[in-house]
């Protein structure tokens, strides 16, 4: 376009030439929360030379026939099922029109951005700009503020509300970091959860119990979680991975979680010697660090590293360490304040032309402290993953339908839009409807673990895949259960449903630091069940099938009958005893957790 030649020009020159077709034009709100929610609270104006690194998302007018394709690639009735795309066939379809590419260049030119500041996504759909708070409040008519948690003492910067000259207003979806302030917090805790622990079933005096599968299960895997537990109650014992067939498994660590190397190799000395030696690949994005000391070492990211590259030995295993989020220090003048990662994360891994077929993420935050547009677009991205190929799996969230608190008295799950009432908080991206979200069991026989996250989307409408599934659990409910809890504002009770299944969350065996602790938390049953997957997607490599890519039009056709249903259990919070698990799906356990062999056979007779 004409205005390319002025960016090799002084920064005054480009600025009087370009600011021409946005004189005059008058800024009107793009986006804006009620406040900041509960537990931030807004301090000083932050300083006008911090820098933020703004990520501004563009329209993809051609998503809807991106997600057309996903159905039928993820339809083991359809013709097409498996056919996935390639990366330039994504980037093709996630692409901006042409004129949003031009009129937003010009209006960033006019603020003195040239082409060569600008940093641009494989399919040119996010820009990423480096501005101070100077220039970003003059862009976006705003003022940014220092905020702060009550509970963590973390600061960031942000505001309520920003706007964009209305020309364009079609021509950009969002621009962040600015009214979001989700922490996106690790989904994992040690086991402090005093009297509301779940005592673990007593050893039977023969030393094993029967599982699911009618197979025998060390006792032992009621107290203590390993990966022999794991193989013989999902009943994998028999199934040996290949190295060489092209299967590799992802997992990712944000903010500062450091999976410790030293760890992992005294893990695989207790749990599989097999692989003792072994190493995974490290991937560092936005600046994600590799620190190898035994303080840095991260409960989370060892959790993930230590039972799903454990599990799925000698599957190659991924390691995505991305940086983001580093807390705002406004007495230290931090030089960057970033965005969340998982912008990062999605543009780097969608930059790739190979990718793992199977990825777990065991991170997220409240659905409402994410903006609808964020929501929608990171969303996007994971349906991408799955056109591409890809399973990806989220964990559920650690507090039920909301807070984990059953008590009425002292529940905080409370409403972000100036009303304050109580609601059900459903959990992002675990409400997401184009990943697989997995909650929690506990003990064996397996129940509902109680902090399992479960519940109804607010912002996604209900997939078609799940809709028979959801309402006939529905149908089971008292009419009135939880009447304006968890009906969704936007879609009557239509909201994505989630989990979709569940897996083992309680009592992990995770070396830490030297030490053997015990660690609980979805972020336990999210690796495990991808481990799962990953070896039905290597048994179907090994007969020269494709991947099995997204999940749940499988999940919810026939591969629930292929799962061990959990009918006993439930997920309190937000001053309700929350869902109960039962036949069938469930808001708790979703359809259940695996069965190996009858996934494999299952699997192994699609096309």
Not at 540 to 558: A, D, E, H, I, Q
Request: glycine share 8%; proline share 8%.
């Amino acid at each position: 376009m004409r205005l390319i030649s002025l960016f090799g020009l002084p920064f005054v020159a480009a600025l009087a030439s370009a600011a021409v077709p946005f004189k005059g034009c008058e800024h009107k709100v793009k986006e804006s929360i009620h406040g900041p929610p509960r537990g931030w609270s807004r301090h000083s104006p932050a300083p006008k030379h911090h820098m933020l690194e703004l990520k501004i998302a563009l329209p993809q007018p051609k998503f809807p026939e991106l997600e057309q394709h996903l159905w039928e690639l993820s339809d083991p009735s359809h013709p097409r099922y498996g056919a996935h795309l390639s990366k330039e066939e994504t980037d093709a379809l996630t692409a901006p029109h042409p004129e949003t590419l031009d009129i937003v260049n010009e209006w960033l030119a006019s603020h003195g951005l040239a082409e060569e500041s600008l940093i641009r996504s494989s399919a040119n759909d996010w820009v990423t700009i480096r501005v101070p708070v100077g220039l970003a409040e003059e862009m976006l008519d705003t003022t940014y503020y220092i905020y702060k948690h009550a509970k963590t003492g973390e600061s960031i910067v942000r505001t309520t509300s920003y706007s964009l000259p209305e020309i364009l207003h079609n021509h950009v979806d969002l621009i962040q970091p600015t009214t979001m302030f989700a922490r996106f917090k690790a989904f994992k805790s040690t086991l402090h959860w005093g009297n509301q622990a779940q005592p673990p079933v007593l050893s039977t005096s023969t030393g094993t119990i029967t599982g699911p599968a009618g197979n025998q299960v060390d006792a032992s895997c009621n107290s203590s979680v390993t990966i022999s537990c794991l193989k013989q109650l999902y009943n994998s014992v028999a199934y040996n991975t290949s190295a060489t067939n092209g299967n590799k498994l992802g997992l990712t660590g944000y903010l500062g979680q450091y999976a410790n190397n030293m760890d992992l190799q005294q893990f695989y000395q207790l749990e599989n010697p097999s692989a003792y030696g072994s190493n995974y690949t490290f991937v560092s994005i936005n600046g994600g660090l590799n620190n190898q000391t035994y303080a840095a070492a991260g409960i989370e990211a060892n959790l993930d590293t230590q039972f799903g590259f454990g599990l799925t030995w000698p599957t190659p295993g991924t390691f995505y360490s991305t940086g983001g989020e580093p807390p705002f220090n406004p007495d230290m003048l931090t030089p960057t304040d970033t965005n969340e990662p998982y912008s990062y994360w999605l543009d780097y891994v969608l930059s790739q032309p190979m990718l793992p077929q199977t990825i777990s993420t065991s991170y997220g935050d409240d659905e409402q402290t994410v903006p609808f547009t964020y929501a929608t677009r990171v969303c996007a991205g994971m349906a991408v993953l799955g056109a591409r190929g890809v399973s990806v799996l989220f964990s559920s969230g650690d507090f039920g339908v909301g807070d984990g608190d059953a008590n009425p008295a002292t529940q905080i799950c409370y409403s972000n839009d100036g009303l304050n009432v109580t609601k059900f908080l459903p959990d992002f991206p675990a409400s997401c409807p184009y990943v697989t979200t997995v909650g929690g069991t506990v003990n064996i026989p397996e129940t509902a673990v109680f902090f399992s996250g479960g519940g109804f989307s607010n912002y996604f409408v209900r997939p078609a895949y799940q809709e028979v599934a959801v309402s006939e659990y529905l149908a089971k409910l008292a009419p009135g259960t939880y009447e304006g809890l968890y009906t969704p504002r936007l879609f009557t009770a239509m909201g994505r449903a989630y989990p979709d299944v569940s897996a083992q969350a309680m009592y992990f065996a995770v070396v830490y630091q030297g030490q053997t602790i015990p660690v609980a938390g979805t972020s336990c049953s999210s690796p495990t069940f991808a481990s799962f997957v990953s070896m039905l997607n290597d048994a179907r490599l090994n007969v020269g099938k494709t991947p099995l890519g997204f999940l749940n039009p499988f999940l919810y056709s026939s591969g629930y009958t292929a799962l061990n249903d959990i009918t006993a259990g439930n997920n309190p919070g937000c001053g309700t005893q929350g869902f109960n698990a039962t036949t069938g799906w469930d808001p708790v356990t979703g359809f259940g957790t695996p069965n190996f062999e009858k996934l494999k056979a299952l699997v192994l007779s699609m096309p």
